[in-house]
């Protein structure tokens, strides 16, 4: 499987944009890049993912650099409830399963 | 949260006790998961179903074994108890495909085997 390498801790100031980095070098063309996060004694949840292009939703946005190589989690304002293990994981086209990390855990400060 | 539960959510018991959790789940989702998240590291995939009666292992699946008899639920049995199975389990679904596939969790389970 392809790996993920992430920050082991970042910190960010509450009402900031937070960008959580992942580089994928080994990712394959077929492989999609998922984002998780798992707030303190909860199960991980679902953040958002993409292929190839940016994408938006209500929680973030992922940016997907032009080689594929490596992508960005962007929070674009931070708050308190925010503060989780982000996880960075690469899904292939014929899997269905999820290789974790150990993520990077973001402390957002008041 | 994808009607998912589990249940006990949290469970004491001693070395050598047969041990059985609950995962259930209301929406006729294929394919289930149960993984297992120690302090301080990510989740690890113990053993899935993609469909009843069958089941394959991941990564840590010694020591384990499930059964699906029916869609909706998916049992994780530890026929003996260790200390080392001391963790938090927790059971996920599968929805969608074709690399789009995005998994939700339940609210876990903690197991402490004394």
């Known amino acids: 499987d392809a790996k993920t390498t992430q920050p082991n801790s970042m910190e960010s100031n509450e009402e900031e944009p937070v960008h959580l980095p992942c580089n994928h070098s080994?990712?394959?063309?077929?492989?999609?890049i998922h984002w998780y996060r798992q707030l303190p004694s909860q199960g991980p949840e679902y953040v958002i993912h993409?292929?190839?292009s940016n994408v938006n939703n209500r929680m973030a946005s992922l940016a997907i650099a032009e080689d594929r190589k490596s992508s960005t989690l962007i929070l674009h304002r931070a708050t308190l409830r925010d503060a989780a293990v982000y996880y960075c994981?690469?899904?292939?086209?014929?899997?269905?399963?999820?290789?974790f990390g150990s993520g990077t855990q973001l402390t957002v400060l008041p | 949260d994808a009607g998912i539960t589990q249940s006990p959510r949290h469970k004491v018991t001693e070395t050598g006790t047969p041990v059985t959790l609950r995962c259930h789940q209301t929406?006729?989702?294929?394919?289930m998961y149960w993984y297992r998240q120690d302090p301080g590291h990510g989740l690890r995939l113990i053993h899935y179903?993609?469909?009843?009666?069958?089941?394959d292992k991941g990564e840590v699946s010694d020591g384990y074994s499930v059964s699906r008899s029916k869609t909706e639920d998916f049992l994780l049995t530890l026929e003996s108890a260790t200390s080392s199975q001391t963790s938090v389990y927790f059971c996920?679904?599968?929805?969608?495909?074709?690399?789009?596939?995005?998994?939700?969790f339940g609210p876990g389970t903690r197991l402490l085997v004394l």
């Open positions: 080994t990712i394959s063309g077929t492989d999609y």
């Open positions: 994981i690469l899904v292939s086209g014929s899997a269905r399963q999820l290789t």
């Open positions: 179903s993609y469909g009843v009666k069958d089941t």
């Open positions: 993409g292929l190839t």
């Open positions: 996920a679904i599968n929805s969608g495909q074709g690399g789009q596939e995005t998994q939700y």
């Open positions: 929406e006729n989702h294929r394919y």
